[in-house]
């Protein structure tokens, strides 16, 4: 027992020059590890909350961009389709006016046509009837007399 204890004594001796520091370094390398992954997680944790707090600013913008954009879209179609309607009316009323001119002109083509075909039927009653009223020379040399009598400055 004695020999056993010396034993024990020597290899705790050996363990405590020899294997103490080693098993310590170990345990220190260790703690050492798991220190420097706790501050890199922590890291990675802020840099996520960072990238994060960005990718919601970034939507917060891009959604206000896009209300932007559909209001002026719809500005755009308001404004197009007022355009629109006002070139219609323009193009309407020119072509009412272009038909009422035309509508005017051949009214004015007309009643000179019906003018004149008035003109023409007198004239050709007036010489039916002077026809038949002056078959005969004397007939017609009484009512030429007549006529200048009539006319305040002819004298016959």
């Given at each position: ?40 997680a ?33 500005e ?17 009323e ?14 004015a ?14 004239i ?33």
């Open positions: 027992m004695f020999w056993m204890l010396i034993g024990f004594l020597i290899v705790l001796l050996i363990l405590a020059k020899v294997g103490w520091p080693m098993i310590m370094g170990a345990v220190n390398k260790r703690n050492q590890h798991i220190s420097d992954s706790l501050v890199a922590q890291q990675a944790n802020d840099a996520l909350a960072g990238i994060e707090a960005a990718k919601e600013k970034a939507m917060a913008e891009s959604q206000a961009e896009q209300i932007r954009i559909m209001k002026e879209n719809q755009l179609k308001t404004q197009l389709i007022e355009e629109a309607r006002a070139q219609a009316r323009a193009e309407a020119k072509i009412v006016n272009e038909a009422r001119a035309k509508i005017e002109k051949e009214q083509e007309a009643m000179a046509q019906v003018k004149n075909e008035a003109v023409t039927l007198s050709d009653i007036a010489e039916k009837i002077l026809q038949r009223e002056l078959h005969d020379k004397n007939a017609q040399n009484d009512y030429i007399q007549s006529l200048l009598k009539n006319q305040p400055h002819i004298e016959a």
